[in-house]
């Protein structure tokens, strides 16, 4: 079975610093995609990052980008010049396809605060 | 904007009730997923469709199942609520393809007494 594992169940930063969410996950595919969602205190997840497996440039979006290490099966988060609005829990998953069905498989969170 | 709409946003139901959740998306996403969150467990998955009348165990489908008669429509069904169902549901859906963004729902807190 596929897991992806948060280690850090909360984590804080002061506003404009630098922060890295951690996320390890276990699987035996060869191809799959990696995501972080977030959460905000409303409760709608939406998507921060994603990445391809097969691709070994880590992905970036805007403040937000990930370390992508296949051999290690890591893939971290990190948030540059933090702001408030980024308060929230970030979710890793994981998503693979097998026989035509594809299984998104989440982790336990990460809440991060962001102190001004 | 994409729209994935639950029945219910809040939902106290008595032990034993057979309880159904709804979720409606109008994307004609293919894949649709239920979870449950609860403090300090993440979201954990309950069943997923990728087509109508196809559905899969999740990790946790032990007193739930699931129903997918129509593509924009798929129903979480609570047999026999009991108290240990108690949290949060939530229901999210995509396009098939590995890269494909999940949308969700609000989220349908339920509480059984």
């Known amino acids: 079975a596929q897991t992806v594992t948060q280690s850090q169940p909360e984590m804080s930063v002061q506003e404009a610093e630098t922060v890295t969410l951690s996320c390890t996950y276990d699987?035996?595919?060869?191809?799959?995609?990696l995501f972080w969602y977030k959460q905000p205190p409303s409760r709608q997840m939406i998507l921060v990052i994603r990445?391809?497996?097969?691709?070994?440039q880590n992905a970036t979006e805007n403040r937000f980008s990930v370390n992508f290490q296949k051999a290690a099966k890591s893939f971290s988060l990190k948030i540059s010049d933090s702001q408030l609005g980024d308060a929230a829990m970030y979710f890793c998953?994981?998503?693979?396809?097998?026989?035509?069905?594809?299984?998104?498989?989440f982790g336990k969170g990460t809440k991060l605060t962001v102190n001004p | 904007d994409v729209k994935v709409t639950q029945s219910s946003r809040y939902l106290v139901k008595r032990t034993g009730e057979k309880v159904f959740l709804e979720c409606v998306q109008d994307?004609?996403?293919?894949?649709m997923f239920w979870y449950r969150q609860d403090p300090g467990l993440g979201l954990r998955l309950i069943y997923f469709?990728?087509?109508?009348?196809?559905?899969e165990k999740g990790d946790i489908p032990e007193g739930y199942s699931v129903s997918r008669e129509k593509k924009e429509r798929f129903s979480l069904i609570l047999e026999s609520a009991s108290t240990n169902q108690t949290s949060m549901y939530l229901c999210?859906?995509?396009?098939?393809?590995?890269?494909?963004?999940?949308?969700f729902g609000q989220g349908t807190r339920l509480t059984v007494v």
């Open positions: 999210a859906s995509s396009f098939q393809g590995g890269l494909a963004e999940a949308f």
């Open positions: 699987t035996s595919e060869s191809d799959y995609y």
């Open positions: 990445q391809e497996a097969y691709k070994q």
């Open positions: 998953a994981y998503r693979v396809r097998r026989r035509g069905s594809e299984k998104l498989v």
């Open positions: 994307m004609d996403h293919e894949n």
């Open positions: 469709s990728y087509d109508v009348k196809m559905k």
